[in-house]
């Protein structure tokens, strides 16, 4: 492989990043428009637990300061698992405050942004191409042995 090879290959990925990163955003919006999103650990797995085949897609994010948190990581191994179990989408997201600006406030209004949920509405009327492409990305990661890809978001 030459050296123009490598650098063409590095672009092609950092292009593909920016890409999921945007559809996550977009699918995070469009569910939370439509009140298909759930936002925090607990509020995650009580959802899991009542209605676990209204869960679409699953978001954790963990940044440093929640690297050493031993029980999120201990309900993170759990909801993984789950995930894995029922053909459920997970992707891993490193920018926790990121995301609460995505699905909040400003002000701070989800301190708990390590989990987020995307449920199916209960009529089925929503569908958002965003979200198909990030099934289609986990798919695609699935397949190459990453089980748990991760999505760059982006500050704006």
């Given amino acids: 492989m030459t050296l123009e090879e490598v650098i063409t290959e590095q672009a092609s990925v950092e292009r593909a990043a920016q890409c999921h990163g945007a559809c996550l955003e977009e699918a995070l919006l469009s569910a939370q428009d439509n009140d298909c999103l759930t936002v925090g650990v607990y509020e995650s797995a009580k959802i899991m637990n009542l209605d676990p085949d209204s869960v679409s897609f699953c978001v954790l994010a963990v940044d440093e300061d929640f690297e050493c948190d031993i029980a999120l990581q201990i309900h993170f191994t759990l909801i993984q698992s789950f995930c894995f179990d029922n053909e459920i989408s997970i992707v891993r997201v490193s920018n926790v405050q990121r995301l609460a600006e995505i699905v ?22 929503w569908e958002d191409p965003s979200l198909e492409k990030l099934h289609l990305f986990c798919q695609e990661s699935r397949g190459q042995n990453d089980w748990l890809p991760e999505v760059a978001l982006f500050e704006r």
Avoid: R, V, Y
């Fill in 104 to 125: 909040g406030d400003k002000a701070g209004q989800f301190e708990d942004a390590h989990c987020l949920l995307i449920t199916n509405p209960t009529d089925g009327s």
